[in-house]
């Protein structure tokens, strides 16, 4: 079975704090994705990566960054949390870049509360 | 642009009752594949089905079936004989390629509870 693993379920940071939020798959996937799930809002991509050191911005990119140093590991970065952050954060990846037809894996999420 | 929209927020019924979760989608690809995923409380989406573009077949899993007309740009979900063990969020999403990554389009989700 793929496994999609978060970190953390639930974190609390205060405002301003730098946080890390990191995703390790194990089935040599190309693609990760970082969503952040909102109530009415559905998920929304923050960053996505097809490849080792390569980003690309989603649809709300500002107040984050992201890190991937090895295929297998996606790290998401709030440069400094802000109250607005307050979210879930899920993390999924597939296969195959260019190819539609590619269900993608999610892990379990992580509730963050920035205080 | 690729849009999806899940116009049902929340549905609510009593088990063994049908139910239908509408999803209405955009998009200018002629090549495009449609997603539905279920978020049970413990937080993990799990992937249900996915139909490309040029397959209208309806199709049927057990209890669950899946209606996809191209004509009204909708791809919705059905189950029958609703059990309490269905009640999740269901996400319809949308599959389109940007800079050669795939990349889903998210609706906004219909939180569907079973009451006993």
């Known amino acids: 079975d793929v496994k999609v693993t978060q970190s953390s379920r639930y974190l609390v940071k205060r405002t301003g704090e730098k946080v890390f939020l990191e995703c390790v798959q194990d089935?040599?996937?190309?693609?990760m994705f970082w969503y952040r799930q909102d109530p009415g809002l559905g998920l929304r991509l923050i960053y996505f990566s097809y490849d080792v050191k390569m980003k690309e911005k989603g649809d709300i990119p500002e107040g984050y960054s992201v890190s991937r140093e090895k295929k297998e590991r996606f790290s998401l970065i709030l440069e400094s949390a802000s109250t607005n952050q307050t979210s879930m954060y899920l993390c999924?990846?597939?296969?195959?870049?260019?190819?539609?037809?590619?269900?993608?894996?999610f892990g379990q999420g992580t509730r963050l509360t920035v205080v | 642009a690729q849009k999806v929209t899940q116009a049902q927020t929340e549905i609510s019924v009593v088990e063994k009752e049908d139910v239908t979760l509408d999803c209405v989608y955009e998009t200018r690809d002629t090549t495009y594949y449609l997603f539905w995923y279920k978020q049970p409380p413990s937080g993990e989406l799990v992937f249900l089905i996915r139909r490309n573009s040029f397959d209208e077949q309806n199709e049927i899993s057990g209890r669950y079936s899946w209606n996809f007309q191209k004509s009204t740009s909708s791809f919705n979900f059905t189950i029958t004989a609703s059990q309490v063990v269905d009640s999740a969020v269901y996400f319809c999403a949308l599959s389109g390629t940007i800079q050669g990554a795939q990349k889903l389009v998210f609706g906004q989700g219909t939180r569907l509870t079973i009451n006993p």
């Open positions: 089935m040599d996937h190309e693609n």
């Open positions: 999924a990846s597939s296969t195959n870049p260019g190819l539609l037809n590619t269900e993608a894996f």
